[in-house]
Structures are given as structure tokens and as C-alpha cells.
């Protein structure tokens, strides 16, 4: 699905929404999901730091939060960010400046599909909260397969629905009630967060998202789900070999 009409390409509308809530992503970001957010990227860190790497890949990367987190966490890498939005780029390097990591972290605009980010460079690949907005969900895993070396790590954390019956319910209710209007109301955007529920919904969460994984070539793909369903990570290795083929999903 498209955030504002059916003429543009969905590349084109995502750039033009991040850009319009840029200066007020992070605030609402946060106070949407209770802070929850930020300890689900603290765990994709400690997963990404467990394999050492030299060079580390952060598609989507929005403002930097996870950038920055993998800066300051793996400090002898140098972290790549991309994103379609210049705006939320700015901001982002902004509060890369601050945190004092200018010199180990660039940021740059691109997305997935194109693949111009470098071919079998990357030790580590993250993706938070942003392949639900990718025009081509099949065209990003490649990219990202592309992306990384031989026996490089994936790691995605992406919104799901919980399948608890009572908590799925009222977990509904906030999603497509509430948290439209409040991040309508204080980001100026109501299309913008009306978009964020129905984008999740339309998501191939779960298993569905792991075939895709394994149809993209990946191997030993793994989900975590995190509060009952509301997200997951899902982790996944390019294979060594240049004949092995993906394994199953866990």
C-alpha cells in the first residue's frame, strides 16, 4: 500500500512523508510505543555484537537511533546508514555529531533495491522498523543479500500482529484508533499515521516474511517475537558457499 494516493510510486510518497515528520519522528516514535522501541534495538545490538564486525550496514535508518546505538556499542566499526529521506538524514546527522561518532558512521541516501551501497562489503546488516516500506520487498532482500559478505548476519525488526485473541484485540484498538490521531495531531501528518497500522497489517509477518528471507537466498533464519506478537526480529546469514541454498526458518 501507498501512504497518500495511487499516481506516485510508493518510493516517491515514503520519501515525501519521512521528510514532512522528520523534526517530530523521534518524539512520536517514542511516545507511541512507550519507549518499548528502543530496548528491541538494544537487542539486534547485542546480536550484531556478538559476530565483531568490521563494517555494518543500517538500511532505513531513519534519524540514526540504531546507527548510533551500533556505533557506540561495536567501536571499532564503521557503520553505514541509508535512507530514502534527506530530511530524516539531516536530523540524523545532527545526533551523530553529538554522540561523537562522525568519524566511524556516514550517512547517505539510497535504499535497498538499488544496491549502490557496495557488493560483499558488509560483516552485519540491519533493518529497523523499514522493510515494510520498501516498493519491493523481494528487490531489498536481494539488495541486502547482495550487501553483505559470506556468511554475513541480516537482522530486521519489524512490526507484527499479536495473535493473542484479547490482547491482539485491544492492541488493535490503540494501533487503529488512537495512535493515528495522536501522531496525526502532533505531527501535522494524519495520513502518515494512518498509513503505519494499515502498512503493518499488509506486512507478511512471521513465517510468511522468513520464506522470503530463504527465497532470497538466505540461510539458518531465525524469529524472536517481542511483547506478545507486536514485533519480531528475524535474523538470517548469506551463506558461505556461493552454491548453498537458504535453510529453514526456526
Not at 554475513?152 to 484479547?166: C, D, N, W
Not at 488493535?172 to 497500522?197: C, E, Q, T
Request: hydrophobic share 40%; net charge positive.
Amino acid at each position: 500500500m501507498k501512504p497518500y494516493n495511487e499516481t506516485e510510486s510508493k518510493k516517491e510518497q515514503v520519501r515525501d512523508m519521512f521528510d514532512g515528520i522528520a523534526r517530530r519522528y523521534d518524539l512520536l516514535n517514542h511516545l507511541l510505543s512507550l519507549g518499548i522501541d528502543r530496548g528491541w534495538r538494544r537487542r539486534v545490538v547485542r546480536r550484531v555484537r556478538r559476530g565483531n564486525p568490521s563494517e555494518v550496514l543500517d538500511m532505513a535508518t531513519g534519524t540514526a537511533d540504531l546507527a548510533i546505538m551500533l556505533g557506540r556499542a561495536c567501536r571499532h566499526a564503521r557503520i553505514t546508514g541509508v535512507d530514502l529521506s534527506a530530511r530524516m538524514l539531516a536530523v540524523g546527522r545532527e545526533k551523530v555529531a553529538r554522540a561523537g561518532l562522525s568519524d566511524r558512521i556516514e550517512l547517505r541516501e539510497g535504499d535497498a533495491e538499488s544496491g549502490d551501497y557496495g557488493t560483499g562489503r558488509f560483516d552485519a546488516a540491519t533493518v529497523a522498523f523499514g522493510v515494510r516500506n520498501f516498493e519491493d520487498i523481494p528487490g531489498g532482500i536481494a539488495g541486502l543479500f547482495r550487501a553483505l559478505k559470506p556468511g554475513g548476519r541480516l537482522y530486521v525488526l519489524e512490526f507484527g500482529m499479536p495473535k493473542h485473541k484479547i490482547f491482539g484485540a485491544l492492541y488493535r484498538f490503540y494501533f487503529h484508533r488512537v495512535l493515528p490521531r495522536l501522531g496525526g495531531l502532533i505531527s501535522r501528518d494524519a495520513k502518515a499515521y494512518a498509513y503505519l497500522p494499515e502498512s503493518v497489517e499488509e506486512f507478511p509477518y512471521g513465517e510468511a516474511f522468513a520464506r522470503m528471507l530463504a527465497e532470497g537466498g538466505f540461510a539458518e533464519c531465525r524469529i524472536e517475537h517481542l511483547f506478545g506478537g507486536v514485533a519480531q526480529i528475524y535474523s538470517a546469514t548469506r551463506p558461505a558457499g556461493a552454491g548453498d541454498t537458504a535453510g529453514g526458518c526456526v
